[in-house]
């Protein structure tokens, strides 16, 4: 099995400690994210109409969703969303909620939020069902209920929402709101993996991972892993490298492991920088650069890892003044880029 934390051994010598981010099985606490951030018009919603509603509400609604979307003349398009949504537009109350949940625009309000999730919700509109459930899960805006939040999951999974099966899932995994059942569970994490949801394919890796519900099949593990991994899901390029180093269900082979490392510590996985920076500190499968080990403790040990900043300390010791300061602008150039990529606008609002 993939231990939650073990020696990490490459060639059969000892490399450096590595904790794979496992949890058992356990996921992460909650569910993954929510089910679609700032997109505010479901897939394919633009062109579909309601039973019932006459055809000018929904181009008011479309209107005001552009509008919007491209964040011009926000206060406008949210009066024309607004009044589609008292109007009893679902989709138009999901918008709504959203932007009241996300504060985008307008002070944040998860008790408003929750109200205009909940009249789309009542009207069966998925999307609405999976925030009311997060928010009945984390107890945003209501009281933490995690009956509540599995039954609206439950609407969401029936209806076919990838992420209602998912966070259902979780929630029997966990045994929170409804008894715990890895096999209820493995069921409705494969109906989400097999609408390609990154995250799906990670918790049923982690099942065949860990033999949890089904017996231990590495192989199954690393393929949905590489499908989580497509999707730039950190933790399971992480688990790749650490099957890599392994040899778990794949070749032994250090340097690919130290490529999936690479990967997912790009992608800001603490325990990835880690595993880097012991490999560039010790020479391991790649050439010995002190400075690029400064580099990658500095980055995990930012995220608060406790053994990146033992070792970061431990380095900065012996380092000369001009290698600690190549290090510094390694890290200095990694932030300016992660800023960089921050200011970019968010995809969903050029929709």
């Known amino acids: 099995m993939i231990q939650p934390r073990a020696w990490l051994l490459i060639g059969g010598t000892a490399l450096l400690g590595v904790a794979a981010s496992v949890w058992l099985g356990l996921g992460h606490g909650g569910a ?4 679609l951030g700032n997109l505010l018009l479901a897939p394919g919603s633009e062109n579909r109409t309601l039973a019932g509603e006459p055809a000018e509400d929904v181009a008011t609604f479309s209107l005001g969703s552009a509008q919007f979307s491209s964040h011009s003349d926000f206060l406008q398009a949210f009066d024309l969303m607004e009044r589609a949504a008292e109007q009893g537009n679902a989709e138009a109350q999901f918008n709504v909620g959203v932007v009241y949940y996300d504060g985008e625009g307008m002070e944040r309000n998860e008790a408003a939020a929750a109200a205009w999730f909940r009249l789309a919700a009542q009207q069966n509109f998925p999307p609405a069902q999976v925030y009311l459930g997060w928010m009945y899960e984390n107890g945003e805006g209501l009281d933490k209920d995690f009956s ?5 999951y ?3 999974a029936e209806a076919g929402h990838a992420y209602g099966e998912l966070n259902l899932g979780l929630l029997y995994h966990r045994g929170e709101g409804v008894p715990q059942d890895l096999a209820a569970a493995r069921e409705y994490y494969r ?3 097999d609408q390609d949801l990154a995250e799906a394919h990670y918790q049923l890796a982690l099942l065949y991972a860990n033999a949890q519900s089904v017996p231990l099949d590495y192989a199954m593990a690393h393929a949905l892993f590489l499908k989580a991994a497509r999707h730039h899901h950190p933790d399971a390029m992480f688990l790749i490298g650490y099957m890599h180093a392994m040899g778990f269900g794949v070749p032994l ?3 690919e492991a130290l490529s999936w490392y690479q990967k997912a510590g790009e992608e800001g996985h603490a325990e990835a920088q880690y595993a880097l920076g012991t490999a560039y500190n010790f020479g391991n499968h790649v050439e010995r650069d002190p400075s690029t080990a400064y580099f990658w403790f500095g980055l995990a040990a930012a995220q608060n890892h406790v053994e990146a900043q033992t070792a ?3 380095l900065n010791a012996t380092l000369k003044p001009q290698q600690i ?4 602008q390694k890290l200095l150039r990694w932030h300016k880029k992660v800023t960089f990529r921050r200011s970019l606008p968010d995809p969903a609002h050029l929709l």
């Open 325 to 328: 300061a190549v290090g510094e």
């Open 148 to 152: 509540q939040a599995a039954r609206w």
């Open 312 to 314: 970061l300390k431990a």
């Open 154 to 156: 439950r609407l969401a």
């Open 253 to 255: 082979d250090g340097k």
């Open 191 to 193: 109906k989400a993996s």
């Open 32 to 35: 993954w994210v929510k089910p």
